[in-house]
């Protein structure tokens, strides 16, 4: 009895580890090579198992990690693909400024223990902003993404291009020599140069700067600050291609960085600095500009400064207050002291004031408030508010708005700089301006040949029949003045009718029937 009784006990224990324990262990061992390598494709022998429900609990345990895995991969790929197209530009499919920053600071850190010659290249289709506006957007657009393909098919494989701007791109090339590097941007140029612009609707040539930088480990005592310095050194050399008509490939050297740099000593810097953040020792001077036709007339406020050694003028003032970003302080307190000589009487009442302002300040939200101290005084001051053409143009819609409600509140509001630019003709009948001041070299070319002086004489024409008031700045002779007049000026401004004061001098009229007057 004993005996049957071990006998049973024996075949009972050896049926739950045939068909319970083993095929248990068998599964757990199987779950734990899925967890130490999921990547890995596993499998259990078929007819593993003689009970069929732990044969359904091994498909189905497979199934599940198939399905796992696949999901993991599609995962993966969906990954890949939103982390591809966060650094892909959507207009022209190549690298973005994310990319490039990550591939920049990437570069830095292995430029620490393995340095490599570096090149940093840096493309800019000149006058694009204005070209944008007008062929329109669509146009533009199609420039920008043939511009990036046009590239991109011309530079090695190791070296693509990133848009970093609106039509700016950056290549970093490394492992180059010099002369290497100006092969690639001669071949990039050259194949931009050759694209048949007129196909997408651009019907002039169009041209663009390159500008180039160049850090190499075997002449560097600092490799990682000339690796950090090549994009501005880029920009540097970029912006000196912009000004030649046919060298339109610039390396940077320090030359380059001295001609970029105003000779203003660091003792005039300092002080021209303190008077901008303190508003002390800003001088106003006004200098009038005469109506041609009656006794009307009006003073443009600029801007001196007292210094140690004497009198601070516009060039130095303006070297030190763009390179430091000073233009809305400057503007503030050009306003701020315009407001205190009007109050102070040093302005004639019945004439006027013109205060010039830069892009920067007319960009503020708070650019319409900076005038409300104005408003009571518009009921005895012609107060005119300038800005350059260039401002006005690259920020036409925003500009409209904001001067528009200047010119609702009775202030006047005048185009400086005119002929200046790109696209002046174009947004003529659309600026939101009421006067017209013609850029002073259109003055000085009264001066030149016929054929220029009746394209001048044109243009101020249309400035006339499209309802502008006309200002030439730059009269100083009785000859030029003449001339002005003739080509259809209404204002006049100079030396000759008054020179810039700190107090508002009305000059002799130059109204034909006035008792006084300079001709």
Same mark, same amino acid.
């Given at each position: 009895?004993?005996?049957?009784?071990?006998?049973?006990?024996?075949?009972?224990?050896?049926?739950?580890?045939? /068909?319970?324990?083993?095929?248990?262990?068998?599964?757990?061992?199987?779950?734990?090579?899925?967890?130490?390598?999921?990547?890995?494709?596993?499998?259990?022998?078929?007819?593993?198992?003689?009970?069929?429900? /732990? +044969?359904? !609990?091994?498909?189905?345990?497979?199934?599940?990690?198939?399905?796992?895995?696949?999901?993991?991969?599609?995962?993966?790929?969906?990954?890949?693909?939103?982390?591809?197209?966060?650094? %892909?530009?959507?207009?022209? @499919?190549?690298?973005?400024?994310?990319?490039?920053?990550?591939?920049?600071?990437?570069?830095?850190?292995?430029?620490?223990? %393995?340095?490599?010659?570096?090149?940093?290249?840096?493309?800019?289709? =000149?006058?694009?902003?204005?070209?944008? +506006?007008?062929?329109?957007?669509?146009?533009?657009?199609?420039?920008?993404?043939?511009?990036?393909?046009?590239?991109?098919?011309?530079?090695?494989?190791?070296?693509?291009?990133?848009?970093?701007?609106?039509?700016?791109?950056?290549?970093?090339?490394?492992?180059?020599?010099?002369?290497?590097? !100006?092969?690639?941007?001669?071949?990039?140029?050259?194949?931009?140069?050759?694209?048949?612009?007129?196909?997408?609707?651009?019907?002039?040539?169009?041209?663009?700067?390159?500008?180039?930088?160049?850090?190499?480990?075997?002449?560097?005592?600092?490799?990682?600050?000339?690796?950090?310095?090549?994009?501005? *050194?880029?920009?540097?050399?970029?912006?000196?291609?912009?000004?030649?008509?046919?060298?339109?490939?610039?390396?940077?050297?320090?030359?380059?960085?001295?001609?970029?740099?105003?000779?203003?000593?660091?003792?005039?810097?300092? &002080?021209?600095?303190?008077?901008? &953040?303190?508003?002390?020792?800003?001088?106003?001077?006004?200098?009038?500009?005469?109506?041609?036709?009656?006794?009307?007339?009006?003073?443009?406020?600029?801007?001196?400064?007292?210094?140690?050694?004497?009198?601070?003028?516009?060039?130095?003032?303006?070297?030190?207050?763009? %390179?430091?970003? !000073?233009?809305?302080?400057?503007?503030?307190?050009?306003?701020? *002291?315009?407001?205190?000589?009007? &109050?102070?009487?040093?302005?004639?009442?019945?004439?006027?004031?013109?205060?010039?302002?830069?892009?920067?300040?007319?960009?503020?939200?708070?650019?319409?408030?900076?005038?409300?101290?104005?408003?009571?005084?518009?009921?005895?001051?012609?107060?005119?508010?300038?800005?350059?053409?260039? #401002?006005?143009? =690259?920020?036409?819609?925003?500009?409209?708005?904001?001067? @528009?409600?200047?010119?609702? *509140?009775?202030?006047?509001?005048?185009?400086?700089?005119?002929?200046?630019?790109?696209?002046?003709?174009?947004?003529?009948?659309?600026?939101?301006?009421?006067?017209?001041?013609? +850029?002073?070299?259109?003055?000085?070319?009264?001066?030149? +040949?016929?054929?220029?002086?009746?394209?001048?004489?044109? #243009?101020?024409?249309?400035?006339?029949?499209?309802?502008?008031?006309?200002?030439?700045?730059?009269?100083?002779?009785?000859?030029?003045?003449?001339?002005?007049?003739?080509?259809?000026?209404?204002?006049? &401004?100079?030396?000759?009718?008054?020179?810039?004061?700190? =107090?508002?001098?009305?000059?002799?009229?130059?109204?034909?029937?006035?008792?006084?007057?300079?001709?």
């Amino acid at each position: 009895m004993i005996a049957l009784l071990l006998i049973s006990t024996l075949i009972l224990v050896t049926a739950f580890k045939t /068909f319970f324990s083993q095929p248990l262990e068998i599964l757990a061992t199987y779950l734990r090579t899925l967890k130490q390598n999921p990547k890995k494709s596993h499998t259990i022998p078929e007819n593993t198992f003689y009970l069929k429900e /732990f +044969d359904d !609990l091994k498909h189905s345990l497979h199934a599940y990690h198939q399905n796992l895995q696949n999901a993991q991969t599609e995962l993966h790929h969906q990954n890949q693909l939103v982390w591809e197209q966060a650094r %892909r530009d959507v207009l022209t @499919n190549i690298y973005n400024r994310r990319a490039f920053d990550e591939t920049w600071n990437c570069l830095l850190e292995l430029s620490i223990n %393995r340095p490599v010659a570096t090149a940093y290249i840096l493309f800019d289709c =000149d006058y694009f902003k204005a070209l944008n +506006d007008t062929y329109g957007h669509d146009v533009g657009d199609e420039v920008i993404r043939v511009s990036a393909t046009t590239i991109q098919a011309a530079l090695p494989i190791d070296s693509p291009p990133y848009r970093i701007g609106g039509d700016e791109f950056a290549i970093i090339v490394q492992s180059k020599s010099r002369e290497q590097v !100006l092969e690639i941007a001669t071949k990039c140029l050259k194949s931009l140069h050759q694209f048949n612009f007129n196909s997408i609707g651009i019907k002039e040539k169009l041209a663009f700067s390159v500008g180039i930088s160049y850090a190499d480990p075997a002449d560097s005592n600092d490799f990682i600050n000339d690796i950090i310095s090549l994009p501005r *050194q880029a920009d540097i050399a970029m912006y000196k291609a912009k000004e030649s008509l046919l060298h339109k490939i610039q390396c940077y050297t320090p030359k380059l960085e001295h001609a970029n740099k105003s000779l203003v000593s660091s003792t005039l810097v300092s &002080q021209i600095v303190e008077a901008v &953040q303190s508003g002390r020792n800003i001088v106003m001077n006004f200098q009038p500009i005469q109506a041609v036709e009656t006794d009307q007339l009006y003073f443009e406020s600029l801007i001196r400064m007292e210094g140690d050694n004497g009198i601070i003028y516009p060039t130095d003032i303006f070297a030190v207050v763009q %390179r430091r970003r !000073l233009e809305v302080e400057m503007d503030v307190q050009i306003i701020q *002291q315009v407001y205190k000589a009007m &109050q102070a009487n040093k302005i004639p009442r019945h004439t006027g004031v013109a205060i010039n302002v830069s892009g920067k300040t007319l960009l503020q939200s708070n650019f319409v408030s900076l005038f409300k101290d104005f408003i009571p005084l518009l009921k005895q001051y012609k107060i005119v508010i300038e800005v350059t053409e260039n #401002t006005l143009i =690259d920020h036409m819609e925003y500009a409209q708005s904001v001067l @528009n409600e200047l010119r609702e *509140q009775g202030f006047l509001i005048a185009l400086d700089d005119f002929g200046s630019g790109y696209s002046s003709i174009k947004y003529l009948a659309h600026m939101p301006v009421d006067i017209i001041k013609f +850029d002073m070299s259109m003055t000085v070319a009264l001066n030149s +040949d016929e054929k220029t002086i009746n394209i001048i004489k044109s #243009t101020a024409e249309m400035v006339r029949r499209s309802g502008y008031d006309l200002v030439l700045e730059g009269i100083e002779d009785t000859d030029l003045m003449s001339k002005s007049i003739e080509a259809g000026a209404t204002h006049l &401004q100079g030396y000759l009718l008054g020179r810039p004061s700190p =107090d508002a001098i009305c000059p002799p009229s130059i109204a034909p029937d006035s008792s006084t007057k300079l001709i």
